[in-house]
């Protein structure tokens, strides 16, 4: 099946600092999406993106289908950014895979 | 729109009992509905795919007998953990693809935390 790797797996950044997080997929998907996992659970969508360019506000999310991998764009961070950033895929159907995470935790 | 809900949202239950969780998608009608479980600081591993008025598919390594899932109506799922043990202990999330935005697309409810004494 396939496989997803997310890195970096920690990240600590100060208030206002910019950051990438990346996501990359073992094969071509139907699927992928990017969520943020507040601390009490809730997996809050960011971006359905199997393909193309999108932005919301501070975030945005980059993927290259071709070339499997998808990036998440973080700029000017604040607190409330910090959480687990989940990238999930999926292939051929339904089935969603999902990566390790990224734990970001903003310091103000 | 596109939200899901999830009840109870935190249960504690003795061993050697069942208990049923719920996952309804509240302003959209959901033909395919999947149930994971989520382990402390690790990632969601997925458990069944669930389609109104068929059985449920199952992963690999996922005990059906002990993992029931009745996906009843286009609005409602359930997963009922029968004769839990304290291994079955976890967060179990629901979510359900709308059609909304993207096909494939899944809405996350917000989670059930089992604890199983």
């Known amino acids: 099946g396939i496989q997803v790797e997310q890195s970096p797996p920690d990240l600590i950044l100060q208030e206002g600092a910019n950051s990438t997080l990346r996501c990359n997929f073992s094969?071509?998907?139907?699927?992928l999406q990017w969520f943020h996992q507040n601390p009490w659970g809730q997996l809050i969508n960011l971006f359905y993106?199997?393909?193309g360019t999108k932005q919301n506000g501070r975030l945005s999310a980059t993927t290259v289908a071709t070339e499997r991998y998808s990036l998440l764009y973080i700029s000017s961070s604040q607190t409330t950014d910090s959480g687990v950033y989940f990238c999930a895929a999926a292939t051929g159907g339904f089935k969603t895979i999902f990566g390790a995470g990224t734990r970001l935790f903003v310091k103000a | 729109g596109a939200v899901v809900s999830q009840h109870p949202s935190r249960v504690i239950c003795k061993s050697g009992t069942s208990v049923k969780i719920e996952c309804r998608s509240l302003?959209?009608?959901?033909?395919?509905m999947f149930w994971y479980r989520q382990f402390p600081k690790q990632s969601l591993m997925l458990m069944a795919t669930s389609n109104e008025g068929s059985k449920a598919t199952y992963e690999q390594g996922v005990e059906k007998d002990k993992f029931l899932i009745n996906h009843a109506s286009l609005t409602l799922s359930t997963l009922t953990v029968t004769s839990a043990h304290p291994e079955d202990s976890s967060f179990y999330i629901c979510?359900?693809?709308?059609?909304?935005?993207?096909?494939?697309?899944?809405?996350f409810g917000p989670g059930t935390r089992l604890t199983v004494t």
């Open positions: 094969d071509s998907v139907n699927n």
């Open positions: 979510s359900a693809t709308s059609g909304i935005g993207g096909p494939y697309e899944q809405y």
């Open positions: 993106i199997p393909s």
């Open positions: 302003d959209f009608q959901a033909t395919t």
